[in-house]
């Protein structure tokens, strides 16, 4: 009977989930920081950023690091509230994400100075930083130059691949708006199908809607009429509607921000790790690594941008592409090969044609 309870102690301590008053997870493990998740509408089960923050502080919790406490707020006036009851029971660390919450954890952390704010892809500036607030933002460009790669390289040299190609030379990038996260994809983008095509047209778009379902299905339309047959979509909302379109279009969609798993016509995405981002702050700010608030950047380096698996397309990529796409990668991480800081300053060679498989 003792060895029964014994058991059922150990087990309570590190692995498992309690409900909390709105029947959210707390992973509890005693005696450790307390970590405080704010998630917006819908809460878990989004198969986005919700789900992939609390993966990484999970983690976190059942390698004995921080117990974990979850809650979803309706509303801002419902985050503030969750924010302050989280504050009143002594959490140590309370994390929300994406912009909506910059102005959120920016009061929280003038107000609580013992407690550690952590806002997931919210970047402060510099005036906004203080001591217990911490940023994390990811290199897009990163990701932008590996779909500028793939997209590169099919659309000409292994045009012959795939039904939906063509030897036009021509691929698209739609965008939502000009705002600096988009700009980076963009810029990466420019950057990686330069760099293996330099012939290659790439035809932009800009919506200037960040939800317009319509627009998105035009632009798709459009690229296609004009020859265009593998898309990077960087629209928001927006892209619900470039999915459909694509479907209707054969046109392949490189996709942003999270793993599409293999949609429709998604030939791959380009991923943003928030569960890594949000594993690695809680085990450094545990471990005292940082002596005081900062924005804290996530690219391929830091394992915060990858790009997700072929699924469905898979048996279409040659061997070739995924070596260039680990070389490229392996350069990247270690710095010997860089992303220009403009577009204008992207080199390359128009007489460098590369051969068609």
Request: glycine share 8%; with cysteine.
């Amino acid at each position: 009977m003792k060895k029964y309870l014994l058991f059922l102690s150990i087990l309570c301590i590190n692995f498992s989930i309690f409900s909390s008053g709105n029947n959210e997870p707390v992973l509890k493990v005693e005696d450790k920081i307390v970590v405080g998740l704010i998630l917006d509408s819908p809460g878990l089960g989004d198969s986005s950023s919700n789900d992939s923050c609390y993966l990484g502080l999970e983690q976190a919790a059942e390698e004995g690091l921080i117990t974990l406490r979850v809650k979803t707020s309706k509303s801002l006036e419902d985050s503030v509230l969750i924010l302050t009851k989280y504050v009143e029971d002594r959490v140590d660390i309370v994390y929300a994400i994406g912009d909506k919450n910059k102005k959120l954890l920016i009061d929280g952390a003038k107000l609580y100075k013992n407690t550690t704010f952590v806002g997931i892809d919210i970047l402060f500036d510099e005036s906004e930083i203080r001591e217990n607030l911490y940023g994390t933002t990811f290199k897009e460009q990163d990701g932008g130059y590996l779909a500028g790669l793939v997209a590169g390289s099919l659309t000409y040299k292994y045009f012959n691949r795939h039904p939906f190609l063509n030897e036009v030379n021509r691929v698209g990038i739609i965008l939502g708006k000009n705002n600096p996260e988009i700009n980076s994809y963009k810029l990466g983008f420019y950057s990686g199908v330069k760099k293996v095509n330099p012939p290659c047209e790439i035809i932009e778009i800009n919506l200037n809607d960040l939800d317009n379902e319509e627009k998105g299905a035009s632009a798709v339309s459009e690229l296609k009429g004009k020859g265009v047959d593998i898309v990077f979509t960087v629209a928001g909302n927006s892209d619900i509607g470039v999915f459909k379109s694509a479907i209707e279009s054969d046109i392949l969609v490189i996709a942003v921000n999270k793993d599409q798993g293999g949609l429709n016509n998604t030939l791959t995405s380009i991923e943003k790790k928030i569960s890594v981002t949000s594993y690695l702050m809680t085990k450094k700010i545990t471990a005292g690594e940082y002596s005081t608030g900062s924005n804290v950047v996530f690219g391929l380096k830091e394992g915060g941008i990858s790009l997700a698996p072929y699924y469905n397309f898979d048996k279409y990529i040659p061997k070739d592409l995924n070596v260039l796409i680990k070389n490229k990668t392996e350069k990247l991480i270690k710095g010997s090969e860089i992303i220009p800081l403009t577009i204008e300053e992207i080199e390359f060679d128009p007489e460098d044609i590369p051969e068609i498989e």
